[in-house]
């Protein structure tokens, strides 16, 4: 019966779009109309509203609709929907503000002498729109206005033109900001915590252990970081369309003829470029540049943009008495640069103006701040009296924002209903039950939304088909793929759906503007050219994954809140690039052993001097730790060809038995039930006795060796992983006893400061009351718990005030005395190895790059671009599963 209604689900769901119905009341629709039929089916005939649901009941599935409305609107933690209408804002007041049209007319001009010149420009065009506005139908229908008209007058072909101008439209979904990202961030995101729960799982099950190592944690994907991993991509498609349209212009010249541009190349013209295109350029380098550098959230740069878009089209809009119209934007961007030059570098602490100059800096930048606020209320004002542009954005935006946002609650409805049913399993079984692994379930999800993109929008796609699938693709350790780059694979295949017939909306766009002697068979014929492209670009994207992950790692590792390089997930890609350092600069590192050894620090105490001597060993031993990691590393896989497939195969084996056993003992639960009906505890019954002799017959499927060569592979697996603790534990102990007294030698200021009061209250023990004398001591305890490493003398002055409360003065007096002499002994031996500081110092900047590198506090620019390539490349773990 749950089948049944899950078919049903599907089924209304289909018939309610077809007929034209909302796709935000479609959705939500389809799974209240069936759910409802289920529980009263439920009720009618077997007693129980739940009993025709696989997964809870209508009671949960609407308590999971309340959860879902209140993590859309309410849960403070799901920031990433607020980009959105911060970004339709920004789009659709840009449309209005007319930049196409700018934009189209210069690019045109200077890229018509160029074979296919007119056809680049309208691909360039479409990219910085993307950029910028990101909306598909006003592109579109702006570029079928202004370029097709002018292509076709210079003898264009038909079909290139309207293909070009479609797909150039179409880039807006894929080239940031775009809302599909912001959309399949947030899809991911939950996809991504519910892959984490399902392959700590399958962890458990397959080797016992109860914690998962972090380096095999499944990456999460946030707005920001499909941004990053989009633009890339988006822009080799850029290259594809440019190249397809010049190698056509330079094999059929007829089909993209140049265009001469008949006026001089002068000041006025390179003018009139620089003013369509620097102002979009300058908007997108705010916007994705911000982004980039880390210097703002996507929710912040979706601010920056709407207030850009603003200012741009407060001097933009037609008016009558244009004279005071740039006044607005010029007081906006010599406000920013005032800003620059008054912060210089350093941030203005507006709680602490107590550095010399602050206040001063504090000032300009608060005259700065209220100079831009002037001008964006100015431009805002008179984009609210030109045409009353302003309301008429902030509604556009409202109503589509609600429309987005119905569309995610419904689609949340739907997909707990399809859940409810036991959808998620089927797909489930039917993806692991296909062969090739992951690549062979990855190249079906994709075949299947492409064809959806046929039929269905971009966003129900999105809100649909990626929470039930993205899960099951994301918890697959065989190829481990980020939620960035699965994301954009997903963005670049729904990008598809406007170009295919035959419901493709960039189609209908553009024959609603084209003249009517190109025909829908021209523009059909075009579109499906660039589709082609299109998968071209997506495959271009899947092969190379460092083109999706490669920004949004580097990003990640060079921003502010950046994990130092001891981060556990790092130490995949850490130790070979530290391993290639020790290699390139052995004879560095051999130097920083030869100048440790000449230090005569016999001064040092027992215990210090001790820990000096293993640390000058245990530079050159490092070369033998690594050697020992290699050693590991290379019988791992020696041994794994013949083993892979074995362990891959055998886990499939046993993953299957066990799913049929958490089958078998919930047909036990329905079989023993008394609200189950007899011929409900006979079907169970049935069930469980197929399902049993299927799970005997897969377990003896189970090779009889399976123990002993996994085992083997287990030993191997241990002796790399000691290798590497010992490894990770040598180069700390060895970077840290150098480090550690280079630090120590830049206390002795420190120490004498504290002498003083020292022996002041040594002098005043037993004269003076101890509430005279507690505060002072406690203000030298904190003194001198901020010097580094003096705890010992910290301790014996606290231990005189413990004392002196109790009366004890005599062993006040010798814990005093004990402080002291230990910070006397510590000022002699530390003030002799300040003079050998330099040398120490020199040292430890020689291992800094290579024995050091898991202790600096940040990976430098070159060594993040290292990890972040390596990181970029998707690794195999499914034996370690």
């Not at 990456?219 to 990053?228: I, K, P």
């Not at 002697?517 to 660039?530: E, L, M, N, P, Q």
């Not at 990691?629 to 497939?645: E, H, K, L, R, S």
């Not at 090779?703 to 790399?720: C, H, T, V």
């Amino acid at each position: 019966m749950e089948l049944l209604f899950l078919l049903l689900l599907i089924v209304v769901m289909i018939g309610a779009l077809s007929s034209g119905f909302p796709v935000a009341f479609a959705l939500p629709g389809a799974a209240v109309v069936t759910i409802g039929l289920a529980a009263a089916a439920g009720y009618i005939f077997a007693g129980d509203p739940s009993a025709y649901f696989v997964i809870d009941g209508p009671i949960q599935w609407l308590s999971a609709g309340v959860t879902n409305f209140r993590g859309i609107y309410w849960e403070v933690e799901r920031d990433t929907l607020i980009a959105i209408p911060l970004f339709i804002f920004m789009g659709i007041m840009l449309q209005r503000s007319k930049i196409a049209e700018d934009l189209l007319v210069a690019m045109g001009r200077l890229f018509g002498p160029v074979p296919g010149g007119l056809g680049i420009s309208v691909v360039f065009v479409g990219a910085l729109l993307a950029a910028t506005t990101g909306i598909v139908g006003a592109t579109v229908v702006a570029m079928g206005l202004i370029s097709l008209p002018a292509m076709l007058r210079n003898g264009y072909s038909k079909s290139l033109a309207t293909g070009t101008i479609c797909a150039s439209g179409t880039l807006g979904q894929i080239i940031p900001p775009s809302i599909v990202l912001i959309i399949l961030a947030d899809q991911l995101a939950s996809a991504a915590d519910q892959a984490a729960t399902i392959r700590q799982a399958n962890y458990k099950a397959a080797t016992g252990e109860f914690n998962m190592p972090a380096d095999f944690a499944i990456t999460s994907a946030s707005a920001g970081d499909m941004f990053l991993g989009a633009f890339l991509p988006g822009l080799v498609l850029v290259g594809l369309y440019m190249a397809y349209i010049l190698i056509t212009a330079l094999i059929n010249p007829k089909s993209a003829p140049p265009v001469p541009y008949e006026g001089k190349y002068d000041g006025k013209f390179w003018g009139s470029i620089f003013l369509a295109l620097i102002p979009p350029l300058a908007l997108i380098f705010a916007v994705l540049g911000s982004i980039i550098l880390g210097v703002a959230t996507v929710n912040q740069a979706g601010a920056i943009g709407a207030v850009g878009a603003i200012v741009m089209a407060g001097y933009r809009l037609p008016a009558e008495g244009q004279k005071l119209r740039y006044i607005p934007a010029i007081l906006a961007i010599g406000a920013i640069v005032a800003i620059a030059i008054v912060r210089g570098g350093n941030e203005i602490n507006i709680k602490n103006l107590t550095a010399p100059g602050e206040t001063t800096r504090a000032g300009l930048a608060m005259i700065a701040v209220i100079v831009m606020l002037i001008a964006v209320a100015w431009s805002a004002w008179r984009t609210l009296k030109l045409e009353n542009t302003l309301f008429e954005v902030m509604v556009e935006t409202a109503k589509t924002t609600s429309m987005v946002f119905i569309i995610l609650i419904g689609a949340a409805m739907l997909t707990a209903a399809f859940r409810g049913f036991g959808g998620e399993e089927l797909v489930r079984e039917f993806l692991h039950g296909l062969p090739g692994g992951f690549w062979g379930q990855f190249l079906v999800v994709m075949l299947v939304i492409f064809v959806l993109g046929f039929f269905l929008d971009f966003i129900e796609i999105a809100v649909v088909v990626v929470p039930i699938v993205a899960p099951i693709l994301l918890a697959d350790p065989q190829a481990n793929v980020t939620a960035v780059w699965l994301g954009v694979m997903i963005g670049m295949n729904i990008q598809t759906s406007f170009l295919t017939p035959p419901f493709g909306f960039a189609l209908f766009y553009l024959r609603g503007v084209a003249p009517p002697d190109v025909r829908t068979t021209d523009i059909y014929k075009g579109a499906s050219i660039f589709i082609g492209l299109q998968l071209v670009g997506l495959a271009i994207a899947g092969f190379f994954p460092p083109l999706v992950n490669y920004l949004p790692a580097k990003t990640a590792l060079t921003s502010e809140t950046a994990p130092p390089p001891v981060n556990p997930r790092l130490q995949q890609c850490l130790e070979p690039y530290v391993f290639e350092q020790l290699a390139l600069n052995q004879a560095q590192v051999t130097a920083a052993a030869n100048k440790a050894k000449a230090l005569n620090l016999s001064y040092l105490p027992d215990n210090e001097l001790s820990g000096w001597n293993k640390s000058v060993a245990g530079i050159e031993a490092t070369y033998a730790k690594v050697d020992a990691v290699n050693q590991a590393v290379a019988d791992i896989d020696a041994f794994t060809p013949d083993y892979a497939d074995y362990h891959r195969a055998t886990r499939a084996l046993q993953l299957e038995a066990a799913e049929l056993k958490a089958e078998i003992k919930d047909l036990k639960k329905t079989a023993s039930s008394r609200y189950s009906t007899d011929a409900d505890k006979a079907a169970a019954e049935s069930r469980i006795a197929a399902a049993e002799a299927r799970a005997t017959e897969i377990e003896s499927l189970i090779p009889a060796d399976w123990k002993s060569r996994n085992g083997e592979f287990k030993k191997l697996k241990i002796a790399e992983n000691r290798a590497r603790m010992d490894y990770r534990r040598h180069v700390d102990n060895t970077y840290n006893g150098i480090a550690d007294l280079s630090q120590k030698a830049g206390t002795v200021e420190a120490l004498k400061s504290i002498s003083a009061p020292l022996n002041d209250l040594e002098r005043r023990l037993g004269r003076v009351t101890y509430d005279e004398l507690e505060p002072e001591m406690q203000a030298l305890e904190s003194q001198i718990g901020e010097i580094y490493e003096a705890s010992d003398i910290r301790n014996a002055l606290a231990e005189s005030r413990r004392s002196l409360k109790k009366d004890d003065l005599p062993k006040a007096n010798a814990a005093m005395a004990e402080s002291i002499a230990t910070l006397n002994a510590m000022v002699d031996w530390r003030s002799k190895l300040l003079a050998d500081r330099s040398a120490l110092s020199e040292i430890e900047q020689m291992l800094a790059g290579n024995i050091g590198l898991r202790m600096q506090d940040k990976l430098s620019e070159p060594q993040a671009e290292a990890i972040a390539s390596c990181m970029s490349h998707h690794k195999d773990l499914s034996l370690d599963f």
